[in-house]
């Protein structure tokens, strides 16, 4: 990586399949590195399922040295059940790259959709399609690794911000 670059991971938790996005940052300009999705078979014990999701991201980490990591703070589900799982696994999503020593922010995901569309209530194809012309030639084919990289994008923005104003207010 060049001088200046940061190498941001951008995770979509979910326990049957959690989308990854890797962009390299250096000040406004970003580059796709790579993009992908961990699948668990939900044929498993929710146990075993999260124990591979977790393997799945430390081999994800440790393949690509991301610098800073960020993850989609979901909320969804009407169904008790299905929101107590999601919510396990964004928790292994939270702690794998925090027990790698990388810092990680969440972004709701209308902040997501608000940095990558312009509005917090975009569709998921909008989300989907500016993505795609943000990052040209990425290639991406799963809607979870393009939300992973709309999350990826938000935080490269925010990042921007603050190393703004940190050079703003600097003595």
């Not at 396990?88 to 999503?93: I, M, N, S």
């Not at 972004?107 to 569709?123: L, N, P």
């Not at 994008?153 to 940190?166: E, K, M, Y």
């Amino acid at each position: 990586m060049g001088t200046g670059a940061v190498r941001l991971l951008g995770l979509d938790p979910g326990l049957q399949h959690t989308g990854w996005g890797v962009l390299q940052c250096t000040g406004n300009h970003l580059r796709h590195l790579g993009d992908g999705v961990i699948s668990t078979d939900t044929g498993l014990d929710l146990a075993e399922r999260l124990a591979f999701l977790h393997r799945g991201l430390n081999e994800l980490i440790a393949a690509w040295q991301p610098d800073e990591a960020a993850v989609e703070h979901t909320y969804v589900n009407k169904n008790p059940a299905a929101a107590l799982k999601l919510g396990q696994a964004r928790g292994v999503v939270l702690l794998a790259p925090a027990l790698a020593g990388i810092p990680v922010a969440e972004y709701q995901a209308m902040e997501v959709k608000r940095a990558v569309v312009g509005t917090g209530h975009a569709e998921k194809q909008q989300v989907e399609a500016m993505v795609r012309m943000l990052l040209p030639g990425a290639g991406i084919r799963r809607s979870d690794a393009a939300d992973a990289l709309a999350v990826a994008i938000c935080h490269a923005h925010h990042r921007q911000s603050r190393v703004a104003l940190a050079r703003a207010y600097a003595p």
